[in-house]
């Protein structure tokens, strides 16, 4: 039977798998419901909606029934739905259906962290990169078996029933070795400040929000960037989001011994620094090889931001029983998901007024502000600390 920490990390795996999947046959999907860009843009939405709006849910469903049950009917019904996607005929129910394996993934992606919080206290090691590297790499095991599908002819249906069922074993491999078992009804309880009440919190959230604006921007607008403004082939911008995600996957990997000796706030506010460094040598120089070590720098700068923001969530979070910190990761979750829901359209608008240049200049000034937040965050959670908490290990 697989550990806690294997399948936690299978975990993430499955849930990157599922959105590399679907997210490489949009252009495939777009042809099948017959959608201009315009049209398939807001049945895209869908998606991002259903993410944003089930978060907050998500982590009260956890507290009540305990993060492993979320996990697995979250990830259920996300390996049901993807074949779904591949029946659509209209831009209409592709935004449906989309909207439900948004909120599936939402719902499994908030369980997924507050268990991957469990196997972190429970074996005292900052291994939330390393978590975070399994959706990484999922994303990049979707995207490898959807171009080979597309290669050989298949429909998505046919890619996605067979990327359903194989995710569904492998789900149900590892299901029952995730933490997380027993509900927050029971347990030790300790009085606690309101979530929405505690300012370190936001300032978590406002780093997890800016971090998001930055990766969806990438994801989103580096192949055309290096088309438009750099004048190469779409073949080979799209070398340019694929090197951000690998520097990203690497980093995660090798997270553990950084956030050792670093710490925490260290790591977020060099990482950004090395992001907003990046970005920015992308767009003020122009040569396309200078662009793509920049788009590698800023994968390698925010590698850390959504993990180690998820586990400070966490550890705010944790009551003295060494249980808690749902409604936390919720909150932090559910205001990062903001920014990829709001991040493509503020970029897209700001390029449509002037140019890419600009708006991934403006993104690089979002990923900068990521610095004092990270200082202001520090300073919230030492004021909320004891005495005696305030050297301790994990702080």
């Known amino acids: 039977m697989a550990t806690p920490r294997v399948a936690v990390f299978a975990i993430f795996l499955f849930n990157g798998a599922v959105y590399g999947s679907w997210a490489a046959r949009i252009p495939a999907l777009a042809q099948q419901v017959g959608a201009s860009e315009g049209v398939l843009g807001l049945a895209l939405l869908g998606a991002s909606l259903g993410l944003a709006l089930t978060a ?114 492998l789900l149900l491999a590892v299901a029952g070795a995730v933490p997380g078992g027993s509900p927050e009804r029971g347990r030790e309880q300790v009085a606690q400040r309101p979530v929405l009440r505690r300012p370190v919190l936001w300032l978590l959230a406002g780093i997890a929000l800016c971090s998001a604006i930055a990766e969806g921007a990438s994801a989103d607008w580096s192949a055309l960037f290096f088309v438009r403004e750099r004048g190469i082939g779409e073949g080979a911008a799209a070398a340019a989001y694929a090197g951000f995600s690998i520097t990203m996957a690497a980093a995660r990997l090798l997270g553990e011994p950084a956030q050792r000796r670093f710490g925490p706030y260290r790591l977020l506010a060099g990482g950004a620094v090395v992001a907003a460094a990046g970005l920015a040598l992308a767009v003020l120089v ?78 690089a000034v979002v990923i900068a502000l990521i610095v004092p937040a990270v200082w202001l965050a520090a300073r919230a959670r030492a004021r909320e600390l004891t005495p005696g908490e305030v050297g301790s290990a994990r702080t």
């Open 56 to 169: 907050p849910f998500a982590a009260r469903v956890c507290a009540a029934v305990g993060s492993r049950a979320v996990v697995l009917g979250s990830g259920v019904l996300s390996a049901a739905v993807l074949p779904v996607v591949g029946l659509v005929g209209t831009p209409l129910q592709l935004g449906l259906v989309l909207f439900v394996l948004g909120s599936a993934v939402a719902a499994l992606d908030v369980a997924m962290n507050i268990a991957a919080v469990s196997v972190v206290r429970a074996l005292e090691r900052p291994l939330m990169p390393q978590f975070h590297a399994g959706f990484s790499v999922g994303g990049l095991v979707g995207s490898v078996g959807a171009a080979a599908a597309a290669a050989a002819g298949w429909s998505p249906l046919r890619h996605f029933v067979v990327a359903a069922v194989a995710g569904l074993l």
């Open 286 to 363: 122009p040569l396309p090889a200078l662009g793509y070590a920049g788009f590698a720098l800023a994968g390698l700068g925010l590698a850390f931001s959504f993990p180690v923001v998820m586990d400070l969530a966490g550890e705010a979070g944790r009551r003295a029983d060494g249980t808690g910190g749902e409604r936390e990761i919720g909150l932090v979750t559910t205001v990062a998901y903001t920014g990829f829901l709001a991040g493509p359209p503020i970029v897209g608008g700001l390029a449509h007024a002037s140019s890419l240049s600009v708006s991934l200049g403006f993104v």
